[in-house]
């Protein structure tokens, strides 16, 4: 049997706390008049994938730690019980964005719920995702396009569009 892997799991957060700081003081510069535009809103953690799996789990972590969240997943039902059992057992703000991120009105969806409710994507979870069981060549050409659409277009999309406002803060 191979040893377990063991992490240090302060070491490795002081560690990227490092490293963070260090990017900061190289690349990063207050903007002032670029930071009033969000003086009157509040951060929001956007999660993808939020109405189970991992992006649940980690949607339940920023709720437990006080954040308000946006949940989008494209099954509208499962998605607002996720919500309603976030916001029940952490007493935070979730809000539900039913919406199929390789759709062109995602984006705007989820930019609407942050308008709506007064905030700003502080941070974003990727998690939206899926995978192919069997062999490569056994996945449809569709199946194969459907997958790169929400794993790598819609990531980078969302990504792109939220990254300027997260670097001015």
């Known amino acids: ?33 670029a930071l009033a535009a969000y003086a009157d809103l509040r951060p929001m953690t956007v999660v993808t994938g939020a109405s189970q799996g991992i992006g649940f789990e980690l949607a339940r972590q920023f709720a437990a730690a006080g954040n308000d969240l946006i949940l989008v997943a494209r099954s509208a039902a499962p998605l607002w019980e996720a919500a309603a059992r976030i916001r029940d ?48 060549h056994e996945q449809s050409p569709e199946a194969q396009r459907h997958l790169l659409d929400l794993n790598v277009r819609a990531l980078t999309a969302l990504t792109r569009h939220f990254i300027n406002g997260m670097r001015v803060r």
């Open 89 to 136: 057992e952490f007493k935070v703000d979730a809000i539900a964005v039913p919406a199929d991120l390789t759709r062109p009105e995602a984006i705007p969806a989820i930019e609407s719920a942050l308008t709506m409710h007064m905030g700003y994507a502080d941070v974003l979870v990727n998690c939206a995702g899926m995978g192919l069981a069997g062999p490569f």
């Open 1 to 33: 049997d191979p040893p377990e892997l063991e992490i240090d799991t302060r070491s490795m957060s002081s560690f990227l706390a490092r490293m963070t700081t260090a990017w900061r003081r190289r690349w990063w510069r207050r903007d002032p008049a």
